[in-house]
Nanobody
């Protein structure tokens, strides 16, 4: 079992950048597909990106592709989400998640068994 703790959220102006971190403990990153999701008030949880440290593969949701970058550091057992050119519609609670599935497009929340507590990102326009 893996425990996930997110950090790095906050308030930023539109056009700015933030980097989220997800520290994993209990298991190593290479055991999982690591994903980021977000949920805005009144909306469903939305897939943002996922990363597999075993082969370095990444996949992004359409609304963030070209602006966000997911990466991992095996030595620190940490996954990052670099968010650039932020927009007001990026405002949400961002969650880190871990999946035992090895899929090219693991976008459904149900595929992820382990979740962090979330970190708030607020983008002011």
């Amino acid at each position: 079992q893996v425990q996930l703790v997110e950090s790095g959220g906050g308030l930023v102006q539109a056009g700015g950048s933030l980097r989220l971190s997800c520290a994993a403990s209990g298991r190593t990153l290479s055991d999982y597909t690591m994903g980021w999701f977000r949920q805005a008030p009144g909306k469903e949880r939305e897939f943002v990106a996922h990363f597999s440290s075993s082969d370095g593969s990444t996949y992004y949701g359409g609304s963030v592709k070209g602006r966000f970058t997911i990466s991992g550091d095996n030595a620190k057992n940490t996954v990052y989400l670099q968010m650039n050119s932020l927009k007001s519609e990026d405002t949400a609670v961002y969650y880190c998640a871990a999946s035992l599935f090895r899929l090219q497009t693991a976008t459904a929340p149900v595929l992820y068994a382990y979740w962090g507590q979330g970190t708030q990102v607020t983008v002011s326009s």
